[in-house]
């Protein structure tokens, strides 16, 4: 069955890094959209990174230059980069997988807790 298993959150004080990893089963991972969320407590999920089949990327305004998507298609593992990190970026990470409408897989989520 699909599966979609994040590691690598954790406690870090701020202006550290993480890096976030999501290791995908179950389904033709190179064909997929990968993306990462967060949601931070009382908040909407919000997408944070994504890349797709061939390796483009794009982000949202509050993390560009600070975190790097990168995907590894013979690992069927995405990446999340997270550089110089803030107070702000605190919050339970998803990685999500999708090809169309049709078919969308999510992780259980890794908490990120950046706090002196």
């Known amino acids: 069955q699909v599966q979609l298993v994040e590691s690598g959150g954790g406690l870090v004080q701020p202006g550290g890094s993480l890096r976030l990893s999501c290791a995908a089963s179950?389904?033709?991972?190179?064909?997929?959209?990968m993306s990462w969320y967060r949601q931070a407590p009382g908040k909407e999920r919000e997408l944070v990174a994504v890349i797709s089949p061939n390796g483009r990327t794009n982000y949202a305004d509050s993390v560009k230059d600070r975190f790097s998507i990168s995907r590894d298609n013979d690992k069927n593992t995405v990446y999340l980069q997270m550089n110089s990190l803030e107070p702000g970026d605190t919050a339970v990470y998803y990685c999500k997988a999708n090809r169309g409408l049709a078919n969308t897989y999510w992780g259980q989520g890794t908490q990120v807790t950046v706090s002196s």
């Open positions: 179950g389904f033709t991972f190179s064909n997929f959209v």
